[in-house]
């Protein structure tokens, strides 16, 4: 049986999905922050959502946030 592959979903286009106003604070916020993990927070979001987003697993997301560059 044949396993179709998710294709992982770019930053930019999960971004455009979203409403103009919720766009706007988490630009206005990222630029605050400092980190993934800050950012992901600041979007109320956990790491298996942004995962589901980007069509990544979660383990993804969690080496993302742990990297320092």
């Known amino acids: 049986m044949e396993r ?3 294709m ?6 999960v971004m455009k999905a979203l409403p103009l ?3 706007k604070k988490i630009q206005q916020r990222a630029m ?3 980190t993934l993990k800050d ?3 600041a979007a109320e979001q956990t790491q298996a959502d942004i995962a589901a987003s980007l069509g990544v697993g979660q383990d ?3 080496r993302l946030e742990k990297r320092s560059d």
């Open 21 to 23: 106003t919720r766009r």
């Open 8 to 13: 992982a979903k770019k930053l930019d286009d």
């Open 32 to 34: 605050e922050l400092a």
């Open 39 to 41: 950012l992901r927070k």
């Open 60 to 62: 993804t997301i969690s």
């Open 4 to 6: 179709k592959q998710k």
